[in-house]
């Protein structure tokens, strides 16, 4: 069922799961909430989630009714939120205007998305996340640092804009959106800088200049930075931030 509102369209792949949803701020589920699928099980277990959001997952409260903006390809949540509808999401929307009634969510995972948005529309979706989280709520955020190293290591900082920030500018951010912080620290070296010099040297030139896809690094480095995302705080590459409403 595809849904429109003003200049946002919403399409909902599981409508029937949801019998009273409605758009513009209203959206309640209702009923069954979704499970881990299939393929992110598999991915949890393997290694291959990229430790950064099995280590995400791990921050969140069992029981908790929970939502995950920019969930991509996997579903880690009860609701998941992405833009790209070839991510067969739970729900096709935008960060920036997020298709769900205000205090909905007990906790939203926020990983590794907030650095792809427009510059300068951080503080919109953060807006977003406080609406949504009921009073006491959490969200988790993952990004890359913004060490000057990841930046150098990064190719698409060159040629997509694609943003590294400091734990301080995130932890300035969700202050800003009226979020207090319960937890910054990062996470991820050796193993995941290995990744991204395999990115970098083979993924990335065969994905954009000869549309071949890879794996983002070999099975065994996936256990590897799996492994490394287990110690919070002993790490460098990845920042994450908790902050509660």
């Not at 910054?184 to 990744?195: I, P, R």
Request: some cysteine.
């Amino acid at each position: 069922m595809v849904v429109s509102c003003g200049e946002n369209t919403y399409s909902f792949r599981r409508y029937p799961t949801y019998q009273n949803a409605t758009v513009a701020g209203r959206f309640c589920p209702q009923g069954n909430h979704s499970k881990i699928g299939p393929n992110t099980l598999k991915a949890l277990e393997s290694g291959q989630l990229g430790g950064r959001l099995s280590l995400a997952r791990r921050l969140t409260s069992k029981g908790a009714y929970r939502v995950s903006v920019g969930s991509s390809w996997t579903k880690l949540a009860d609701v998941n939120i992405d833009i790209r509808k070839e991510m067969r999401p739970d729900i096709v929307g935008d960060a920036l205007n997020l298709p769900l009634r205000s205090e909905i969510a007990d906790e939203v995972l926020f990983t590794d998305v907030i650095e792809h948005l427009p510059a300068g529309t951080e503080p919109r979706a953060l807006g977003e996340i406080y609406r949504i989280l009921r009073g006491g709520g959490t969200v988790v955020i993952s990004t890359p640092s913004g060490r000057a190293i990841f930046k150098l290591l990064d190719p698409s900082w060159y040629f997509e804009g694609h943003r590294h920030y400091s734990s301080e500018k995130l932890v300035d951010m969700i202050q800003q959106a009226g979020l207090s912080c319960t937890a910054n620290f990062e996470s991820g070296f050796v193993a995941t800088m290995l990744s991204w010099l395999w990115y970098i040297l083979l993924v990335y030139p065969h994905r954009r200049i000869f549309h071949v896809n890879m794996p983002d690094a070999p099975r065994a480095l996936h256990k590897v930075i799996e492994r490394e995302y287990r110690f919070y705080g002993k790490g460098r590459y990845t920042v994450f931030v908790i902050g509660r409403k």
